[in-house]
């Protein structure tokens, strides 16, 4: 029905910024239908937690960890969403998901990995 790639992540020194793409492709009844999409992120040994949300009217929900850091948008025409992650902390470290929520089904990437050091 639908996939989601990301694309972005990478090893960056505390401070840095990296841009993550989340590029959503298949049937195009499902992609018109797509509600709200986002970033999640995932540590080993802990839950996966939202990180941003942005509807397909550009209203956007940040984690309270990163607000002022980061930027979510979506561009509807090209079906992507993006993260703009800049003063990254070493914390930020995580395997990042973009996530596409249809009327039915939940989409899932398979995870870019993002690593900070110190």
């Known amino acids: 029905q639908v996939q989601l790639v990301e694309s972005g992540g990478g090893l960056v020194q505390a401070g840095g910024s990296l841009r993550l793409s989340c590029a959503a492709s298949g049937n195009i009844v499902f992609l018109n239908l797509m509600g709200v999409m986002g970033w999640y992120r995932q540590t080993p040994g802990k839950q996966r937690e939202l990180v941003a949300t942005i509807t397909r009217g550009s209203n956007t929900n940040y984690a309270d960890s990163v607000k002022g850091r980061f930027t979510i948008s979506r561009d509807n025409a090209k079906n992507t969403v993006y993260l703009q992650m800049n003063s990254l902390k070493p914390e930020d470290t995580a395997v990042y998901y973009c996530?596409?929520?249809?009327?039915?089904?939940?989409?899932w990437g398979q995870g870019t990995q993002v690593t900070v050091s110190s």
């Open positions: 996530n596409g929520k249809g009327t039915v089904n939940d989409y």
